[in-house]
């Protein structure tokens, strides 16, 4: 057991958190102690774990110094709270809030840019990007060596899980309330979201792009290395519960040439290709997965340097707890 | 009574058909007689007008020498069989199937390009574009003058009632058999459509595209008269049952001015434009109106040069049946 790595796991009640766990049984990550962490609210519940159910504790006095790794994936006000001073207590830190800036925790996709990680010194803080971009990471990098692209466009259809539990809870609620013909209050999001989109997703910033759609084009960016590539993004909230779906449409300087792009997708890891005139979906394909599903690689109708794509990823596995442990094992490779 | 006009709805059982019906009497569209027809199968179903039931009669046999105006609503078959022949019999025929050519039936939004029906002759045919088509065209043709458009990319998200009354039953069939915890068998659709997103709606071709999306690229380039503008389409099913959600960007070859995109869309007919922090959606704002809602105008992250917009239309009422009836009243203005 020389080779093992104490561990915490912020946000372990949680979507994120309760994929962090099982991903790390799965995988037989090399965990010594395991703390699970949340808020003082969920503090005492309990978490299976290798045939054994863990207690849930409270992030409030935890000491860092403890662990050789933590996983931040409690919002981003906990990681700007706690993961400094983990850090600073001998900790690596991967985060999956989002709540760092990229030059304070650079965006890595284990299939992307590890090359990142050895450019760091322990202990590490870098993040895993937000679900999508990790997605689009996934099946972008690939092609990267066959077009010369100048634009992507891309509308990404989040599920009610991109917000959380609670997203899950009232996508269930509203449907169960119409069903019945029963009157409807949203709560949790502010409009219906059962058989409705919600062409915005959380906080807006005064250029009128959602915090979710500026951080989509960043993340990627940074994981791409392509730091001015234009990028135009929408995201909307659709009422399926897990799974991102993302409509993409790539701009190239030059005619694409598609069995290329097929072959390149077929030979890359944690991609699984279609045909084009087939479509993955979350519910049929993706959820459950350690995989990017892509169909639909078609030039546009009267041009050929324009390559569309039909992406799907289980938006809390791929497109988070998988990449973010995938990670850790790059993490405890290079360990000194 | 001598301005009124006989005229012959094909499709009166079905979700267009009713609710062409219904605007005709709304907007008291001088009808004289009345015939609603269908396959045998609805044939005696009663259909309420001005506070009489009509009966649905066969299609077969029906001769279109007794009406001065046909709407064809009952899918390309009906269409390709019986429009010219009722063109023949004297009868203007207004399609919304798109089962016949751009050059046989061109496509009109009442708003945009009226005009085309002055260069025409009666008996007319011309077609109403594919609904997201009309709202697409409703508003980015007030946009024209003010952006030298390059390429448009755009993700529809079609509801359920795209596919007609069976599409509608499928989706409610499916919610329920999912929340009640019943195995799930697909019928009118190939896959679970309930809780997830279909990223190819009917028919594709050998070349990867969908003949909705072919069509909706076609039409647009028609109604906007810009024939070769580039447009990138994908269409996706999702799990709405009534109204377009339609995520587009637009590239220009100059800097946008989001002052005068928003002035001129309040000033556009048909158009009801909210600010760049909001969005409207189908649940809250379309169904049941005659105004395509616009929210969410706004440049790229850091490119001036492109405009993203959020629009949302009822695909029954505004983006087919108020259409159609809009052209009618056109064509009744203009007659001889
Ligand atoms: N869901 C996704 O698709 C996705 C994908 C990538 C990244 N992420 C990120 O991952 C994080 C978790 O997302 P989720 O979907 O798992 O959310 P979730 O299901 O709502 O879970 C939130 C977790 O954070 C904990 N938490 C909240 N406030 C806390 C506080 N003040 N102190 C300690 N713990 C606190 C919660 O603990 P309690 O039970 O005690 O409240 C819970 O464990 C978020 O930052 C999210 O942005 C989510
Ligand atoms: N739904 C939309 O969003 C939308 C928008 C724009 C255009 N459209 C077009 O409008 C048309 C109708 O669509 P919908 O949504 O109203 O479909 P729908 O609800 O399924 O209704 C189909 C109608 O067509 C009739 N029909 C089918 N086969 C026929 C036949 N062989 N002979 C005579 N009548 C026949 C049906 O009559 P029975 O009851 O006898 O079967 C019914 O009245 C389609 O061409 C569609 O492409 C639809």
């Known amino acids: 057991m020389s080779q093992s790595i104490d561990i915490a796991v912020v946000g372990a009640s949680g979507a994120v958190g309760g994929a962090l766990v099982e991903l790390l049984e799965e995988r037989q990550f090399p965990v010594g102690k395991l703390h699970l962490l949340a808020s003082e609210a969920s503090a005492g519940q309990s978490v299976p774990f290798k045939g054994r159910n863990l207690r849930v504790g409270s992030i409030a006095g935890f000491d860092f110094a403890q662990v050789g790794l933590a996983f931040f994936a409690a919002g981003e006000a906990v990681t700007r709270q706690y993961a400094s001073a983990a850090q600073a207590a001998g900790c690596s830190v991967i985060d999956l809030s989002g709540g760092l800036p990229l030059d304070q925790a650079p965006r890595v996709v284990a299939e992307v840019n590890p090359q990142v990680l050895k450019t760091m010194q322990p202990p590490y803080l870098f993040a895993s990007p937000t679900s999508a971009a990790t997605a689009l990471a996934v099946v972008l990098a690939p092609l990267r060596p066959l077009l010369d692209w100048q634009r992507l466009s891309i509308t990404a259809c989040l599920p009610v899980s991109s917000q959380g539990r609670e997203g899950v809870a009232e996508l269930a609620r509203q449907t169960a309330e119409l069903l019945n013909a029963r009157p409807l ?25 959602a915090q979710v759609e ?16 234009k990028v135009a993004a929408t995201c909307v909230l659709v009422p399926v519960f897990f799974g991102d779906s993302l409509s993409v449409s790539v701009q190239a300087a030059k005619p694409i040439d598609l069995h290329a792009v097929q072959a390149a997708l077929e030979g890359a890891a944690s991609v699984e290709v279609l045909e084009k005139d087939e479509y993955p979906t979350v519910i049929t394909d993706a959820i459950g997965q350690d995989l990017v599903f892509v169909g639909r690689a078609r030039n546009g109708v009267d ?20 990449n973010a442990v995938q990670l850790a094992e790059l993490l405890i490779k290079h360990r000194p």
Do not use: M
């Open 214 to 229: 500026r951080r989509l084009i960043e993340d990627l960016r940074q994981v791409l290395d392509a730091p001015v590539l």
């Open 303 to 322: 041009d050929p340097t324009e390559l569309n794509l039909w992406i799907v990823s289980d938006n809390v596995r791929k497109g988070a707890a998988h």
């Open 185 to 209: 209050e949203p709560r949790f999001f502010d409009r219906q979201v059962a058989f409705n989109l919600l062409g915005l997703v959380g906080a807006v910033g005064t250029d009128g792009h």
